[in-house]
Nanobody
Framework: QVQLVESGGGLVQAGASLRLSCAASGVTFSSYSMGWFRQAPGKEREFVATVSRSDRYTYYADSVKGRFTISRDSAKNTVYLEMNSLKPEDTAVYYC????????????????WGQGTPVTVSS
């Protein structure tokens, strides 16, 4: 059974940092591209960042480029999202996703999803 479990969300002030984690089980981690998406209240889910299976390629949404960093640790079957210089507009539920194939920004192509972890950034 595939499970993706996110953690690390919380309430922080603008300018602070958070690191989200997503632990994967029930999958051959190295076969999966991993992505982070987010959904703010009243808005559609949007792409945040993705990392390729080889850990060689990373892609980011323009809104987070230069502030967020995605990484993966194959020894721990875990993907991370380091978030710096957080802004109130980063407030959302953050979801981890796994794709058995080449990485993409398209959410519908991902095979598995976590339950999400909320991030709230106060001004």
């Amino acid at each position: 059974q595939v499970q993706l479990v996110e953690s690390g969300g919380g309430l922080v002030q603008a300018g602070a940092s958070l690191r989200l984690s997503c632990a994967a089980s029930g999958v051959t981690f190295s076969s999966y591209s991993m992505g982070w998406f987010r959904q703010a209240p009243g808005k559609e889910r949007e792409f945040v960042a993705t990392v390729s299976r080889s850990d060689r390629y990373t892609y980011y949404a323009d809104s987070v480029k230069g502030r967020f960093t995605i990484s993966r640790d194959s020894a721990k079957n875990t993907v991370y999202l380091e978030m710096n210089s957080l802004k109130p507009e980063d407030t959302a539920v953050y979801y981890c996703a796994a794709l058995n194939g080449p990485t993409t920004r398209i959410a519908d192509r991902y095979d598995y999803w976590g339950q999400g972890t909320p991030v709230t950034v106060s001004s």
